[in-house]
């Protein structure tokens, strides 16, 4: 297992995640927001249920 941290690479991709779903007016909480971030930065998969991370289809999930 490896910890991921967030860095300024996060941050851009936190900043798109957060644009996209501001003007598709389907918020989703913050630390979720940060999530989606680091899966789409190490191109990871994601393994979550919650409905929400729907919104976000650019995330590969299981």
Do not use: C, E, S
Request: hydrophobic residues 45%; glycine residues 2%.
């Amino acid at each position: 297992m490896h910890v991921l941290y967030a860095d300024d690479q996060t941050t851009h991709h936190y900043a798109a995640v957060y644009l996209q779903l501001r003007r598709q007016g389907t918020p989703i909480p913050t630390n979720d927001m940060w999530l989606a971030a680091l899966v789409l930065q190490h191109n990871l998969v994601l393994h979550a249920r919650d409905k929400h991370f729907d919104r976000l289809p650019q995330l590969a999930r299981v």
